[in-house]
Nanobody, 121 residues
Framework: VQLQAYGGGLVQAGGFFRLPCAGC????????TGWFRQAPGKEREFVAA????????SYEDSAKGRFTISRDNAKNTVFLLMNSLKPEDTAIYYC???????????????WGQGTLVTVSS
């Protein structure tokens, strides 16, 4: 499956973004899907994940209560809604798909190109 994340840009602290990740080539409903991010000079880190059917989700601690991952399998798209954004959320955000659900990068064999989110203070 090929993935394309988009919808990033520049926002002020306290603002929000909704990032879609569109799948093509294969049905995204067959894969668990995750969002990861990589800030300048840092390792790529887990943000959120959702199971194939969308019934179970998990979040990195700083994302809990602010971010929501969801999916619309009919539209072959996964979303990351980010509220109350902080400057430390500035990063390139990647969506990823894999056969197993979890927070480890190694579980995901398919990755999108990433979209940059910049949060100004």
């Amino acid at each position: 499956v090929q993935l394309q994340a988009y919808g990033g840009g520049l926002v002020q602290a306290g603002g929000f973004f909704r990032l879609p990740c569109a799948g093509c080539g294969r049905a995204l409903r067959n894969y668990a899907t995750g969002w990861f991010r990589q800030a300048p000079g840092k390792e790529r880190e887990f943000v959120a994940a959702i199971t194939r059917g969308g019934l179970t989700t998990s979040y990195e601690d700083s994302a809990k209560g602010r971010f929501t991952i969801s999916r619309d399998n009919a539209k072959n798209t996964v979303f990351l809604l980010m509220n109350s954004l902080k400057p430390e959320d500035t990063a390139i955000y990647y969506c990823a798909a894999g056969l197993s659900y979890g927070s480890h990068k190694s579980l995901y064999g398919y990755w999108g190109q990433g979209t940059l989110v910049t949060v100004s203070s």
